[in-house]
């Protein structure tokens, strides 16, 4: 949390283009130290004053950050950029970011990663995500798994940024249960603000691989 105790603002773009398996994502690696460590994220950052300068809302102030961000983190620029969802941290997290998702096309500039603050950029099918994180050689938090999870049924960028509706709003709980830790979202029946029924699932468990999306 800042020190004024108010969260935090950020914008991310997940940023997709049409590769030889359908659609792909752009994946960066975060360095072991600092931020999100050691884990694989779209490219993104918090929310800086300049980023306000031509914006109606916070969701105009994220989608600037987005750009700049991913322009500062790999060197590329991003079009059709488009509210998908946007994501609130559990209570209990100490640097707390209310984080803005935007899907973007990719323009077909040469990656090059930001050094220090990137240390590898990859593009990667959603699926071949997963069979990574499945096979534990790479990291993902529970928006990056959920975002690429509602990719998965899309062959091309057109494809996902037409599917796009009103966005998500996702405030996250995190439990630890018998089978391990899993976070859960408005809708499900232990949900701390917005319960469901007795049993609404809306949740991702974690606690063994591979993580498995529940929503009922």
């Known amino acids: 949390m800042s020190a004024d105790g ?3 603002v950020a914008g991310t773009a997940v940023v997709l283009r049409d590769g030889p398996e359908g659609l792909e994502t752009l994946m960066l690696r975060r360095p072991s130290k600092g ?11 918090r929310v800086d004053p300049g980023d306000w300068a031509d914006a109606d809302d916070e969701a105009d102030a994220a989608r600037a950050a987005a750009v700049r961000e991913t322009r500062e ?15 609130t ?25 930001n050094p220090g603050e990137i240390e590898e950029a990859v593009w990667l099918s959603p699926k071949r995500v ?10 993902l938090f529970p928006p ?22 009103e966005p998500a709003l996702y405030a996250t709980n995190l439990r630890d249960g018998v089978d391990g830790r899993f976070a859960l979202w408005a809708g ?13 699932r809306h949740r991702l468990l974690m606690g063994t691989l591979p993580w498995r999306y529940e929503r009922r």
């Open 73 to 87: 983190e790999t060197a590329i620029r991003i079009a059709d950029v488009t509210l998908l969802s946007r994501w």
């Open 130 to 139: 997963f069979a990574q994180h499945e096979a534990s050689t790479l990291t």
């Open 188 to 200: 499900d029946a232990e949900h701390a603000e917005e319960p469901g029924g007795p049993d609404a």
């Open 89 to 113: 941290p559990p209570p209990e997290q100490p640097v707390k970011f209310r984080t803005w998702f935007f899907l973007a096309r990719d323009l077909g500039d040469e990656v090059r990663v």
């Open 35 to 45: 931020s999100f460590a050691g884990a694989w994220v779209f490219p993104g950052g």
């Open 6 to 8: 108010e969260i935090r």
């Open 144 to 165: 990056t798994w959920v975002t690429l999870n509602g990719l998965l049924g899309h062959r091309t960028v057109d494809d996902a940024l037409a599917a796009v509706g």
